[in-house]
């Protein structure tokens, strides 16, 4: 008996141990719905990895983008993995505040990542981050709302249908927008889809030789077009809707269209959230006839910042995350439609993604619509369709954001948003050296 309860004692005493000493990542993460999703099955990870505790950190777009970049910076070492965009990667990557992740797996296949998204996440031919989800932007729309206006919605329309059809579509009486579009200031919010639309309209953010561009007609013909539509047709008080706003607004059922992230897709189809489940269809986004549409690439990776003391357990939480493996897992909890998208050439090629996803083969026409590297109508020094992949943009992007969002709002005028944007365009560019 006295060897029995030695023995029990013992093995209580481990249990303590085990429990004390496993190892707590500290996450931060964005609040869209498939990364609130993979918390909610983290219990599995952990499960299978009992040394490992998780703890999460959940912010709004801009707060995580803010809160990473300071801590990275600074080499705060808040976070152990940290949920950053195809922006960072290449530019902190070659600052050396990010590891490599070399010790994936034998299993987890990076061959199958989409070489869009691949290519965006590597430097000097390694992988700094893996991608949990990728996007392109695309039209949502309603196609009861698009039928009662007596339209037929092409799979690859111009703006000036889009504006035709979201006029006809706004039931004001009725609480229906025919378009929502982010008005949100933001360098990854309003900032990245205006950029795409001026890529449609022909502008550029900066020349061959860093010269800003606000000041030519074609982004005073994108801001124009797009105060208009949003006055004419899209929801009260857009200067405040991001991404987020914007969804639930169309799940409500008070939005004829939504151009935004190809990611949204299984939101909106889903009939546990939106009660337009069963009415929604998916085109290209919109052009002018220039030969650039206004989609962007874009992807939420997980990445290890360089002062990270736990990189081993860090890597085998995103090795689980973003695997084939951890796919079949939210397919078998909530559905393949509701699977993680835009990452792994192995998902558009699965019938059962096929069948579930009627929205899966224009997301990845879109992914693959986007080039990065030739972004614009005319030559740009830079890469990058949605942001200017340079250290600099992160702050100016956001500045020029708050113009154009106040713009919307009525504070100014476009001329006067444009102009200020010019000024300060080429206030930061001399300064960074950029301008000689």
């Given at each position: 008996?006295?060897?029995?309860?030695?023995?029990?004692l013992?093995?209580t005493?481990?249990?303590?141990?085990?429990s004390?000493?496993?190892?707590?990542l500290?996450?931060?993460?964005?609040n869209?719905?498939?990364?609130i999703?993979?918390?909610g099955?983290?219990?599995?990870?952990?499960?299978?990895?009992?040394?490992?505790?998780?703890e999460?950190?959940?912010l709004?777009?801009?707060?995580?983008?803010?809160?990473?970049?300071?801590d990275?910076?600074?080499?705060g070492?808040q976070?152990?993995?940290?949920?950053?965009?195809?922006?960072?990667?290449?530019?902190?990557?070659k600052?050396?505040w990010l590891l490599?992740?070399?010790?994936?797996g034998?299993?987890?296949?990076?061959?199958?990542?989409?070489?869009a998204?691949?290519?965006?996440?590597?430097v000097?031919?390694?992988?700094y981050a893996?991608?949990?989800?990728?996007e392109?932007s695309?039209?949502m729309?309603?196609?009861d709302?698009m039928e009662?206006?007596?339209?037929?919605?092409?799979d690859?329309?111009?703006w000036?249908?889009?504006a035709?059809?979201?006029r006809?579509m706004?039931?004001r009486?009725?609480?229906?927008?025919?378009?929502?579009l982010r008005?949100k200031?933001?360098w990854g919010?309003?900032?990245?889809?205006?950029?795409?639309?001026?890529?449609?309209f022909?502008a550029?953010w900066?020349?061959?030789?860093w010269?800003?561009q606000f000041?030519?007609?074609?982004?005073?013909?994108?801001l124009?077009?797009?105060?208009?539509l949003m006055?004419?047709?899209?929801?009260?008080?857009?200067?405040?809707?991001?991404?987020n706003?914007?969804?639930?607004?169309?799940?409500?059922?008070?939005?004829?269209?939504?151009?935004d992230?190809?990611v949204?897709?299984?939101?909106v189809?889903?009939p546990?959230?939106?009660?337009?489940?069963?009415?929604?269809?998916?085109a290209?986004?919109?052009d002018?006839?220039?030969g650039k549409?206004a989609?962007?690439?874009w992807a939420w990776?997980?990445?290890?910042?360089?002062?990270?003391?736990?990189?081993?357990?860090?890597e085998?939480f995103?090795a689980?995350a973003?695997?084939?493996?951890?796919a079949e897992?939210v397919?078998?909890?909530?559905?393949w439609?509701?699977?993680p998208?835009?990452?792994r050439?192995s998902?558009y090629?699965?019938p059962?993604?096929?069948?579930?996803?009627?929205?899966?083969k224009?997301?990845?026409?879109?992914?693959?619509?986007?080039d990065?590297?030739?972004?614009?109508?005319?030559?740009?020094?830079?890469?990058?369709?949605?942001?200017?992949?340079i250290?600099e943009?992160?702050?100016?992007?956001t500045?020029?954001g708050?113009?154009?969002?106040?713009?919307?709002?009525?504070?100014?005028?476009?001329?006067?948003a444009?102009a200020?944007?010019?000024?300060v365009?080429?206030?930061?560019?001399?300064?960074?050296g950029?301008?000689?």
């Amino acid at each position: 008996m006295k060897n029995l309860c030695a023995a029990l004692l013992c093995a209580t005493s481990l249990l303590a141990y085990d429990s004390a000493s496993a190892e707590t990542l500290t996450i931060a993460t964005v609040n869209n719905g498939d990364m609130i999703r993979m918390q909610g099955l983290t219990s599995e990870f952990t499960s299978a990895n009992p040394d490992i505790q998780v703890e999460w950190v959940t912010l709004e777009e801009n707060v995580l983008r803010e809160r990473v970049t300071t801590d990275i910076a600074t080499k705060g070492g808040q976070y152990d993995i940290m949920t950053i965009g195809t922006y960072e990667v290449p530019i902190w990557a070659k600052q050396g505040w990010l590891l490599p992740l070399e010790n994936l797996g034998t299993d987890y296949d990076v061959e199958d990542l989409l070489p869009a998204i691949r290519s965006a996440l590597t430097v000097d031919d390694k992988l700094y981050a893996a991608p949990f989800y990728g996007e392109s932007s695309f039209i949502m729309y309603r196609k009861d709302l698009m039928e009662k206006a007596g339209l037929t919605m092409p799979d690859a329309p111009t703006w000036e249908f889009v504006a035709d059809a979201a006029r006809k579509m706004t039931d004001r009486a009725n609480d229906i927008n025919g378009i929502c579009l982010r008005g949100k200031a933001g360098w990854g919010e309003n900032t990245a889809f205006l950029t795409t639309m001026s890529n449609s309209f022909g502008a550029r953010w900066f020349d061959e030789n860093w010269q800003p561009q606000f000041d030519q007609p074609e982004w005073k013909n994108t801001l124009d077009f797009y105060l208009q539509l949003m006055n004419d047709a899209g929801p009260q008080g857009a200067s405040s809707n991001g991404f987020n706003e914007n969804l639930a607004l169309f799940q409500q059922g008070k939005c004829g269209m939504w151009i935004d992230a190809t990611v949204a897709a299984s939101f909106v189809t889903n009939p546990k959230d939106s009660t337009v489940a069963d009415k929604v269809g998916f085109a290209l986004a919109p052009d002018t006839g220039l030969g650039k549409r206004a989609n962007w690439l874009w992807a939420w990776n997980l990445a290890i910042p360089a002062g990270s003391q736990k990189a081993a357990s860090a890597e085998k939480f995103i090795a689980w995350a973003t695997s084939k493996q951890y796919a079949e897992l939210v397919a078998s909890k909530e559905g393949w439609a509701n699977v993680p998208p835009g990452t792994r050439t192995s998902l558009y090629e699965n019938p059962e993604y096929q069948k579930a996803a009627p929205f899966a083969k224009m997301t990845l026409d879109s992914i693959n619509a986007a080039d990065p590297k030739n972004p614009t109508v005319k030559p740009v020094p830079y890469v990058g369709v949605q942001f200017v992949a340079i250290p600099e943009f992160q702050g100016l992007g956001t500045t020029v954001g708050q113009l154009f969002s106040a713009a919307l709002a009525g504070q100014m005028s476009a001329d006067d948003a444009l102009a200020q944007a010019q000024s300060v365009a080429t206030r930061e560019m001399t300064r960074a050296g950029y301008i000689k």
